[in-house]
T-cell receptor, first 112, second 108 residues
Framework: DVKVTQSSRYLVKRTGEKVFLECVQD?????MFWYRQDPGLGLRLIYF???????EKGDIPEGYSVSREKKERFSLILESASTNQTSMYLC???????????FGSGTRLTVV | GQNIDQPTEMTATEGAIVQINCTYQ??????LFWYQQHAGEAPTFLSY????GLEEKGRFSSFLSRSKGYSYLLLKELQMKDSASYLC?????????FGKGNQVVVIP
């Protein structure tokens, strides 16, 4: 069964901490994405990547960075966590443009 | 950029039919997706339209009109398990942009 795996289901971090959210897919997909989902705002794209070592800013990249050292792994980094980054974070992957996305189960991050 | 609009919530009775609308504006278009998301879970793929017309898949159908920037998802023979948020998403400019989702509540 193909899947996208996010390393943590729930995470609590302190303000100012550096936070790593990991995502791994086993489908050999080229494209990977990080979204955050907040009530009333829907899913908003943070960063995406088309290939190893390649990244593109989404709609809300401020306060985040990403890393894609291997094709199957896409990491989201919060350089200095803040309370307004408390959210559900969803990773997704796809094979190409116009193709459906497969989502991970999500990481609910709380910053205190 | 992309602008996607969906109604926020609707309630329907078990066994009924419900239509969820989505309007969009986009500078590039490679298709429109519908996803289902149960509370606390990841979105799951329901349907994909890239050409105008109706796509039917069991109890779910999706319609697209590219000239009008309009799509709808039709849910037939509603079941309690269909209570979920339904997300409209437009593919374009190398990304998938989502609407805010329509919460469907199915009542007995």
């Amino acid at each position: 069964d193909v899947k996208v795996t996010q390393s943590s289901r729930y995470l609590v971090k302190r303000t100012g901490e550096k936070v790593f959210l990991e995502c791994v897919q086993d489908m050999d997909h080229e494209n990977m994405f990080w979204y955050r989902q907040d009530p009333g705002l829907g899913l908003r794209l943070i960063y995406f990547s088309y290939d190893v070592k390649m990244k593109e800013k989404g709609d809300i990249p401020e306060g985040y960075s990403v890393s894609r050292e291997k094709k199957e792994r896409f990491s989201l980094i919060l350089e200095s966590a803040s309370t307004n980054q408390t959210s559900m974070y969803l990773c997704a992957s796809s094979r190409g443009q116009g193709r459906g996305y497969t989502f991970g189960s999500g990481t609910r991050l709380t910053v205190v | 950029g992309q602008n996607i609009d969906q109604p926020t919530e609707m309630t329907a009775t078990e066994g009924a039919i419900v239509q969820i609308n989505c309007t969009y504006q986009t500078s590039g278009f490679n298709g429109l997706f519908w996803y289902q998301q149960h509370a606390g879970e990841a979105p799951t793929f329901l349907s994909y339209n890239v050409l105008d017309g109706l796509e039917e898949k069991g109890r779910f159908s999706s319609f697209l009109s590219r000239s009008k920037g309009y799509s709808y998802l039709l849910l037939k023979e509603l079941q309690m398990k269909d209570s979920a948020s339904y997300l409209c998403a437009v593919s374009g400019n190398n990304r998938l942009a989502f609407g805010k989702g329509n919460q469907v509540v199915v009542i007995p």
